[in-house]
């Protein structure tokens, strides 16, 4: 069995990825870390879990000594230390949060203010989206696993963009995430009669998903590539709505578009592009892995409505950081992601 | 008193609105219709009214025999009739559906599948925004009162538009509304566990509020007016959030976009335009009549972002033709509408 | 116009005050006082009320100095100074917290660890309930607003208590409650992804307005009346739901219970007795001071289940003071609190 | 691999279990039946099973031949026949309907309005509450799966009763439920706009699953035991809590009611008492095959409250319908049904 171990067990993100490494059959979990509950069992944090992971947390040292792979889900700033000393004992990791998702330090600096402390190491990280950049994550012992709007934008729209169908400017991700999106760390703002029956915007146009979406979005379509990203948040648990609107290319159809991301995910699991006549809906892809993608044109603005769902806490975190170790690791790239999602 | 009658009392538009003129310092429910609940009390469809409102329902012959200001809640294609007895009777009449929102019969036809039956009717009809078409609501006895959707999205617009400062092309509204604007037909979709802890996409770049918006936007903006609509439903039971994108000529700044709003909407009641740093939400305006707008722009892209929340049953339907009612009858334009909304 | 200040006007009850209070016909809101926001406006914490509540904050010694009457809604043991100092000013004073409600010392010092300061005070409070204690409140000058648990129970048992149709041993009242009764404070339990899909009991057996229910209930049976009271939270911004559960006296039919509830409250605005075949529920008395009862009997363990909804903020707390200032100062009882509850 | 098969599979429980099922080691889903889906695909009923679950609907017939078990989640009355096929045809069956929990068919009569087809059947069922009467699930060919308030109600209560340490008399069952519990049929109370937000009792003393509790405690208890239970609908999707109250045997105390659910309950992997100081939560069973119980006492009238959570689509229908399959087949219990339920 591999031994993987969660350092920052006790936040939204550690902890599902607990619930889903435990349904995993080759790999067990070795060891949990928090700061905030060291010493008392995970499940202090997380009554759910009682009697089923009643680990006791310990410190970061610890579970990256008891770890084959270690998975950090720490807020930003504070991976590139554990990267390094992982590196160098010879370990896995993957960093949940946004330490290794840039390829320009300019990019991190701007909008994280941290700087790269191991400029090898970020040369060495790979961007860990499989369905765009599987061979990539593959070879590596470090993977930057992609944020949750990140990785439902940039779903919805790379095979059109790669595939030319859609003009690379003007386009538009308005994007809705259930609460869980905003961490465990209580707010007033996410205080339950406060966020009850409300639906806000916030950073709009300036949230730092956006450079991350637009360097996925620039390799894919091969020139630089700006987008309009707005998230929302709304009073559900969990989920990402991404609906995305770009110019179609003059003369471009829908079957041309079936076809060019029928070509770039037809084989792929944990994406369902839906028949015609239907639309993602983040209820259908709760507690799984999958991004559901629904294609819709508005004939008389000449626009692709590109539409995605996925759970924020797995495709948009723990699944996928899953999914990603699966392949670094050479297993089954969808072990323990192939429960269905829940009906209702 | 005004005797104010409401056709189709049962339906959700038609209850608020009950709810609504209840408070009336100067008006009175002098009858409420439905063909579902005839002969038995309104509050048997609704328990809240019970012994406020026991009124019962009746035809809307004599709905209309009893009032002197007829409102009908209905779905379209129903509501041409009741207009042409009442203007020929001498009453006021406000319909809440979409009926005579439309200058061009083309578009109704083609939205609608209906036809203008008494083409004089729809030339005599006002369309009921006031804030942005008020005189000509003062002088009429027919309003068309509008969608939910396009009064959220066109005073969301109506002031950058009609001042030049954005383009006319390309605009994108991407709109959620709350669970009640589908209405009170029950549907497997509504049913409460297929919609709670759900949201999705319907209807993307097709809804029939489109050529609404756009008939309003292109009076404002004085030339033909395209726009990308796409409404989401949320599980919330009020509200609509309009977020709505649109280039920005070059140089146009902040300071310009306020002036904008400010010199349109300085003095509307109604509209509260909110400070910078603040977003418009749902829950500030349930349950009341205002309509809160916040711009924001996205520097990186040149594009203006106008996020406007309002009730979808009260300034999207029931507060706004009550507001249209004030207007018509030469009353205080805000009498009965003057509630804070809960903080809660 | 009464001078109406709120202590505590950033809380949830001081807050629902504010907005009640607004639509008042003879008393205006003089001063709002709050620690946190001193110096801000009232808008600020509730943004719902921008434009429409700018009042600034100011501390409770220009609160009382500018009022008639003043509303403290505080944590418990901060209203006996406030409301000594009204006294001696000749002001109106309602205490919304628990200071004031027992008449036994030893009952607030068990429960509430505190003491009575100012015993002559105590004396003079009465207790605000005025369907149990009208007569009381109309010659007070000092009133001690329920608790919301105690307002629905003992309105939901009263009657069948005080005509001795139950036995009062092994009374049982199980009740649920919106997130506001918890209060504006932030806790881990009442983040949103924590609270949302969950329901629990807590302070089982043990909750501190078990005595407050237990004097009301005592005075009304004319016997020490004790009753097993669990209060459960829900995933709803408002409401109260009371289960209350006794042993009907043998022979007892629902016409004699009917009865004895028509004879107290037939002539209560605020409290409607609904007929058979319905049920109390939150929904219908949201926003409003109604408290609406149904009863009904498990014949085959010969047990009388009386169900009461109310509004937590409202009938549980803003509401019913303004129904007790109301008596207070001689005014229509229902002044200001008639507007029909939301029928959704 | 066994072939299990579903009838009724587009209702909510039948849903719930081929989720369920998709996950069991040793089964798989061999056919699923349904009439309203029959020719159809199952994932059109349910999107979120798209590509996961495309078996298309079957009638019952077919069903049957192709199972080596059988479960039929209908509404009451259709599923005797179906038990007789299935016996004469050697197949497994479980109901997961009301036909046969029922010892005395006078119960069934009076609660169900049915009567015993098959009465040799009858005597061959066993009721599947495994916690409590697993010797006789695991001989048997026929299972009757409890009712879901039943499983929570009984659960909470057994031990207790047992072991003689509350009395028989003057149980109540406070119980509430999420909106899966009325089924997928779509109702007005159902609809989302009129069950958000509120919350009600219904049925209150005569829900059918009270004769069906009231055998089973007899049962347990050893003579004739009547509870008096009233049912609640909250707005929440999935789960139910039970609040029991029962008058403590004098002089007993915390440790004398621990030591008898640990003795009950101490090995049982699916029932989790809780430590002091914790309360069962429906949150933390949510898709999950637990049961939680927490114990306490309201010291000052003498009475237990016992309060229980399961997740009425799993232990209260599906999971336990599973538990029952992997005892009557002789797989391990827990097979299929130890992922860990979602933290949040």
Known sequence: MIRAGIIGATGYAGAELVRILSGHPDAEISAVGSVSYEGKPLSGAYPAYYRLCDKICENEKDVIKKSDIVFAALPSGLSQKIAQECFCAGKFFIDMGADFRFKRENDYRRWYHGKFIFPELHEKAAYGLPELFR???????????????????????????ESGLISPDGIIADCSSGVTGSGRKITQN???????????????????????????????????????????????????????????????????????????????????????GCTADIKNVRLSNFCDISLHIDSHTKTLIAVSAIDNMVKGAAGQAMQNMNLMLGLDEKAGLTSLPPAF
């Open 190 to 276: 996410t205080h339950f009669p406060e966020l009850n029956e409300s639906m806000t915007a916030y950073k709009a146009g300036c949230h730092r998903h956006t450079p991350e979406m637009e360097q996925t979005l620039s390799t894919v379509s091969g020139k630089e590539t700006h987008i309009t990203f707005v998230p929302h948040l709304i009073p559900v648990s969990r989920g990402i709505l991404a609906t995305c609107y770009a110019k179609l290319k003059p003369g471009v159809t829908m079957e041309q578009l079936r076809n060019a991301y029928e070509k770039r995910y037809g084989r792929e699991f944990f994406i369902r592009l839906l028949p015609d």
């Open 135 to 161: 061979e990539n994550i593959k070879g590596s012992r470090l993977v930057a696993n992609p944020g949750c709007y990140a990785t439902a934008v940039s779903l919805a729209l790379a095979p059109a963009l």
